[in-house]
């Protein structure tokens, strides 16, 4: 597997991207020069708000730096990665965080890409395809927590649907994605880095949910104490129906500010859009329990400081992905009717373990 290549840097600046100090770090900056009466969201509605798909906050930024680590080239213009993650304040547009292709506009994103994690959006390309992408247009199948989040957003008739060939490529390269952010190695480098869970006594007492950082440190660390390591993968099945959205040609560049008032939206890099699916995968195949990578931090936890612990992955690429065990969803919930002595029909248990991959077929 190969990696992923950013854009080049000029040299006056990688060179002040590589001394700055991480205290420094970059600060969110404007999103779109578009009025918010003007802008059109990914489904093509009117308006939306911008969201971030690899997180803006520094601490949930830098749990992810354990897998873009593994995932993009590590010193492109020869700037440490994790520099260009966070940034330095004096360079902010140096950030991929705030780069145009990390933006998505989307009605409501803090409720129905962030906390709910209602719809995600599966690229429809291989895993190398993602690696390798550079601004091209491409296309993603839209899938849906709910048949609910379909009719309160108008997916239907006006979206093209997508083809079994489409389908089948988006679960093949998200399972593959999935099995890299459960292998052992890549799972041991974001443990380091998420915090430690601390439930409160009123969290427990009110039945709050979790935060996003429990929720992913649950996910590793579950796979951690697993005897065999086993991640939930789902098939194409004959019949499916799924809409699709298109994604225009985008300037693969360090601007930091997006054109979102057309139709198809410009590209986000497909791969951090397909790590986004990934969470919502997971997030509703567990019940709601775990995640791969925190994604909308809670206001009580402060950014932190950065540090440069982390160890290099690459080396061991080809490797990484052979210790992770790929159920189908059928044993997935055979395994967990079996461990909770219930008496559940398998086909319901299906339709509750995965809300965001089964029985979310629209009217065509």
């Known amino acids: ?84 993650v966070h940034g330095i304040k004096k360079f902010p547009e140096y950030c991929l965080r705030n780069v145009h292709w990390n933006k998505l506009c989307l009605w409501s994103e803090g409720t129905l890409f962030d906390s ?50 489409d389908i089948q490529t988006a679960f093949e390269g998200l399972n593959r994605l999935l099995r890299h952010l459960a292998s052992r190695a890549v799972s041991q480098a974001v443990l380091k880095e998420v915090p430690q869970p601390q439930i409160s006594a009123w969290q427990k007492n009110t039945g709050q949910q979790p935060d996003s950082y429990s929720l992913c440190h649950a996910f590793h660390d579950s796979l951690r104490q697993a005897h065999v390591r086993k991640v939930v993968a789902t098939a194409m099945k004959t019949g499916m129906k799924f809409a699709r959205v298109h994604f225009q040609q985008t300037s693969f560049n360090w601007s930091t500010t997006g054109q979102f008032d057309s139709v198809p939206h410009p590209a986000p890099h497909p791969l951090l859009l397909a790590i986004r699916a990934c969470n919502a995968f997971v997030y509703h195949t567990s019940g709601n329990k775990h995640l791969p990578l925190p994604a909308c931090m809670p206001a009580s936890h402060p950014d932190e400081h950065d540090s440069d612990g982390i160890s290099q992955l690459r080396a061991v690429l080809p490797d990484i992905c052979r210790d992770v065990q790929v159920l189908s969803l059928g044993e997935a919930c055979r395994l967990r009717a079996a461990a909770s002595n219930g008496t559940v029909l398998e086909s319901q248990r299906l339709r509750t373990a995965t809300q965001v991959m089964g029985d979310v077929a629209w009217a065509a």
């Not at 006056?12 to 802008?39: C, M, Q, V």
């Not at 690899?54 to 590590?74: K, Y």
């Not at 190398?128 to 992408?133: D, P």
């Open 1 to 84: 597997m190969g990696v992923a290549s950013l854009p080049a840097i000029p040299q006056s600046a990688a060179s002040k991207l590589y001394s700055g100090e991480f205290e420094d770090a970059a600060s969110r900056t404007p999103s779109t020069t578009i009025p918010l009466n003007k802008r059109k969201d990914v489904l093509g509605g009117n308006a939306g708000q911008i969201a971030h798909i690899l997180p803006h906050r520094q601490t949930c930024a830098r749990v992810w730096t354990a897998v873009l680590r593994t995932l993009f080239q590590d010193r492109p213009s020869g700037v440490a990665l994790q520099r260009l």
């Open 116 to 165: 709910e994690r209602a719809v995600c959006f599966m690229p429809c390309m291989s895993l190398k395809q993602m690696l390798a992408w550079q601004g091209e247009e491409y296309h993603a199948i839209v899938v849906g927590a709910s048949a609910d989040f379909y009719r309160k957003q108008g997916v239907g008739s006006q979206h093209q649907p997508a083809t079994d060939g």
